[in-house]
Structure formats: C-alpha cells, structure tokens
C-alpha cells in the first residue's frame, strides 16, 4: 500500500517526538512492504515566523492531498503571555480542525499493566481501566460566535453554539463505537445550566431507540470530573462538547501515569490527523527528553484508522508496551532521573524492537 502522509511538527517539542514516530512509521512500512512518503509543512508558532499565518494555504492544501495528517503539537509561551496577539499559534490547530472538518476527536484511555504504580490513583481503582473520550473537535465554544470584547475592552464573550447536525453526527458515532466496544455509552453535559447541553440530552435521548442495545447514561460534567478519578472503570465510552472534553482527557490522562502516553485520532469529512493529546512542552523543547510514545501510539492509530492496517497498528503498541516494561522510559516515567532515557534512545529502543520482531 501506498501511504501519503503530511508531515506537521509543529511547536515546542513536536519536531522531536515526530522523528520518532516517522522512524517507527518507516520501519514498520519496510517490514509490510508499504511505500511511504511524507511530506512536511508549516503549523503553528512556527508558521506565524515564517509565513505570517498559523495555518498557511500551502499546509491546508498539503493534508488536503494526503492519506494522513501525522501531527506534533502547537504553542508558545511567547503568545500564552501576550493577551493582545493578534494572531497565536492555536488558531493554527483550530483552522486546521475546521477546514479538514475534524468533528470527532477520539482518545482512547487505557493503561499499561507496567506503570500502574505510576499513577497517583489506587490500584484497585485504575487496573483494568480501558474507555475512549469522544470529543467533539469543531464546534461549541471553541468556534461560537459572536466572540470577542466590547468597544471598552472591559467586557469578554464566548459564545457556545451547536446545531442538531453536529449534535448528530458526534453522537452517532459515539453510538457506533459503543456498539463495537461494550455497549455503554455514557453522554457527558451540562444539561441542568447550559442550552447546548439540553440539545445534545434531547437528541441523544431521540436516537436511543436505534441503538437499543446500548445502554446510554448522562452525566453532568462535573460530576463526570470526579468519576474519572474515583471509579474510571465505570466507563466504556464518553462523549461530550468540545470543551468539556479538553479538559476531562486532560484529566483521563492522570490514570495512565503520564500525559506524554495518550494518542488521539480526528475524524471527519476530509483527511484524518493524528496528534498526542499533550501540548508543546516549551519547557522540554531542543532538550531531547519529552516521552515520544503518544505520538508513536497516534502513528498506531494512524496505520488503523487511515488505512485499516490493524495488524501494522497493533505491532506498534506492542513495541511501547516493551519499551515500558524494559524500562526503556523518559524522565517522565522514571523515579530516578539518572535512569531516564532521552526521547531519541526510547526511539532508538522501539525501531529496534520492531526491526527485530
Ligand atoms: C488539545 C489542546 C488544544 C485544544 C489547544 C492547543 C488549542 O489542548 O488538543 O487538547 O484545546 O483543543
Ligand atoms: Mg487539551
């Protein structure tokens, strides 16, 4: 098979954790006999240096001819400080988001048998723990207007907006996935305050009868915050707003023991993005020590999610699951520092596992 695959690295740490995913994705292609090409192109902070715009034409239409979009991630503290930018580096990942129409975000949430003691949460409560977030990726509060200030600079608004088509189609999905898993589909909202969220109960509620197996539960968001920590085994799959799934898989990701673990896929109407649900990681940047896996995992869900290659997916999530079992870790996943091994040696390990495997 012939894999097309845009290449964006990005801010921060992005550039480094992309190499190793890109060494893991070649070897595995050489052990398949696929063919692949990558292609690089400008996202971000980086982008708004180079060309002015966080998320140039160029690069659009780059993942607009591609098979698969291999994401490293967005941000600097140089605008995080700087509240009247006019342009920021996330506006990059958002347009990106939108144009591709990316309206489902799925990060699964699982953890690894190695690194239960990892986790700040008890062992009886996080072994075995195995859900995926739905998150919805292009609507709500991240994209409603009217947003912005009043003429005096003194009053802020966001507005969070969703139609019963974006309702729908998220949920839908939400509803397909659970099919395939086991069958519990729990809806996250907030529908005891906030309009939106009495839409998506409402609709949910219409399409329970076509899926009749499912067990459907809602859960308002807050409540759903403090589930995730006290019994996440409660869970098999979430959906929710765009928002409310920022910040719960933020949250999910305490369970696995380090958020540089957890890979995502957005889905939708054009090509798909993979991307490491963790941010840029300034602090880390250059220093070669950011933990590379959830990236290498996204490339996993790439080989599944873009090109059906289940068997080529899998073998990369055995080849993390080694890596941490050998202690092949970054600092992140070490006690002790000194035993930690840099972004490129975690790498260096997995290729190798794969090439020998
Ligand atoms: C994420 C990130 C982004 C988001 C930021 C960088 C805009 O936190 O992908 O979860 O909020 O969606
Ligand atoms: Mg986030």
Redesign the pocket.
Do not use: C, K
């Given at each position: 098979m012939n894999l097309n695959i845009a290449v964006l690295s990005g801010d921060g740490i992005g550039p480094e954790i992309i190499e190793q995913a890109l060494r893991v994705t070649k070897v595995v292609c050489e052990k398949f006999g696929h063919v692949l090409i990558t292609r690089t192109a400008l996202v971000g902070a980086v982008a708004i240096e180079q060309v002015g715009n966080p998320y140039p034409d160029e690069t659009h239409n780059l993942c607009m001819n591609s098979d698969a979009v291999l994401f490293g991630?967005?941000?600097h503290p140089r605008f995080d400080n700087d509240p009247t930018a006019k342009v920021r580096?996330?506006q990059g990942?958002?347009a990106m988001?939108k144009k591709l129409g990316l309206y489902a975000?799925i990060r699964p949430v699982i953890i690894f048998e190695s690194l239960l003691d990892k986790s700040p949460l008890k062992l009886e409560r996080i072994e075995g723990v195995d859900f995926v977030a739905i998150?919805e990726?292009t609507g709500g509060i991240?994209f409603g207007q009217p947003q912005g200030r009043s003429e005096d600079g003194n009053t802020a608004y966001d507005s969070s907006v969703y139609t019963r088509m974006e309702v729908e189609r998220i949920l839908e999905l939400a509803f397909r996935f659970a099919m395939k898993r086991r069958k519990k589909l729990t809806v996250v909202d907030k529908a005891n305050v906030l309009a939106t969220s009495r839409l998506w109960r409402q609709i949910a509620k219409e399409m329970e009868p076509m899926f009749p197996e499912v067990e459907v539960d809602y859960m308002f968001v807050d409540n759903a915050a403090m589930q995730i920590i006290q019994w996440p085994k409660r869970f098999d799959v979430m959906v929710t707003e765009?928002?409310f799934g920022?910040i719960l898989?933020?949250e999910a990701s305490v369970i696995s023991g380090s958020m540089g673990l957890l890979p995502?896929a957005s889905i939708g109407i054009h090509t798909s993005v993979f991307?490491p649900?963790h941010?840029?990681y300034p602090q880390a940047a250059g220093k070669n020590i950011a933990n590379p896996c959830a990236t290498i995992l996204s490339a996993a869900m790439m080989f599944e999610y873009a090109f059906s290659l289940m068997e080529e997916g899998a073998l990369i999530r055995k080849a993390v699951e080694a890596s941490i079992v050998a202690g092949a870790v970054t600092e992140d996943l070490t006690d002790d520092k000194s035993k930690a091994m840099t972004t490129s040696e975690v790498g260096d390990w997995i290729v190798e596992y794969l090439s020998k495997y």
């Open positions: 991630a967005i941000g580096p996330e990942l958002l988001r975000n998150r990726l991240y765009n928002m920022d898989t933020d995502s991307e649900i941010g840029s």
